[in-house]
């Protein structure tokens, strides 16, 4: 159990180093910023033309007596939009990530750099276009698991009491740990750990990951809380990446100079 709380720990300090790093908050908002217009505009398209499809979709409940087809095909829409919103929070960690591969990059890379004891982060030697395809690929891979999951647990939501109790729980826990992976991607791909070790690593302290995760999941319910988050949510990805990996990190040092980073030079 104390993984949770240190899980939870890196969110926190993450949060910290970007508020002490204001330069590296500022470019690391703009892909949630572009990512949040982006759903914004997509689950509004699903809001104001979802009925028209669901209409479409179900032609047999033309011949029911009223009042069933409305009934029906108003349960349907709702939860089409349930669904869509789920898969909002489920995907947009990794598409804002794609966005913003560069500045998330960047910021992972300058927190590694400030908490090494000598300075330095780790370089994948990849060119741009190689690490791109790379983190589109895994997030597509980690897309369709995190689907099937959401897909299960949509499922079995409609099984009397549990599903009103134990899934939306489970379905919190799956939320976070996917979260995590991507989140945490960021450091570990830099570092050549491919997906399947990825997920192996997190497997390894899912307590670790939970306590990560789980809450960033819940925060990202709110709507425009996700933009704000998600600088210092990467931050702390990194910071739990290296604990993962059992890499030594220098004391944190509150009277540090929140420029030091600017001085120093990132080495392979």
């Known amino acids: ?32 910023l572009i990512a949040l217009v982006l759903y914004a505009a997509a689950l509004v398209a699903l809001a104001l033309w979802g009925e028209d499809f669901v209409a479409w979709a179900t032609p047999f409940a033309d011949d029911w007596s009223s009042p069933w087809p409305g009934l029906f095909r108003g349960f349907l829409t709702a939860v089409l939009f349930a669904l869509g919103l789920l898969l909002a929070v489920l995907t947009f960690t990794a598409v804002t990530l794609l966005i913003g ?34 983190s589109a690929r895994d997030s597509l891979r980690v897309l369709v698991r995190a689907g099937l999951w ?13 599903g009103q109790t134990v899934v939306p729980v489970v379905g919190f826990f799956v939320t976070g740990f996917f979260l995590t992976e991507e989140l945490a991607a960021v450091a570990l791909q830099r570092r050549g750990v491919d997906l ?40 702390g990805a990194t910071l739990l990446a290296r604990d993962l990996l059992g890499e030594e990190t220098a004391q944190e040092d509150p009277d540090q100079d929140p420029d030091r980073d600017r001085d120093r030079r990132i080495t392979s």
């Open 101 to 134: 591969q560069p500045f998330y990059e960047s910021l992972s890379e300058k927190v590694d750099a400030d908490v090494s004891p000598d300075g330095t982060a780790p370089e994948s030697g990849l060119p741009f276009w190689r690490e791109l395809w790379i």
């Open 1 to 32: 159990m104390r993984d949770l709380g240190v899980g939870f720990g890196y969110l926190l300090k993450g949060q910290r180093w970007v508020g002490r790093h204001g330069k590296q908050y500022g470019f690391g908002l703009l892909p949630g």
């Open 150 to 162: 959401g897909l299960l647990l949509f499922a079995l939501g409609f099984l009397p009491l549990v």
């Open 196 to 235: 399947r070790a990825r997920l192996t690593l997190l497997r390894s302290r899912k307590t670790l990951v939970w306590g990560f995760g789980t809450p960033l999941g819940l925060a990202f319910l709110v709507p425009f809380v996700a933009v704000f988050l998600m600088p210092g949510a990467v931050a």
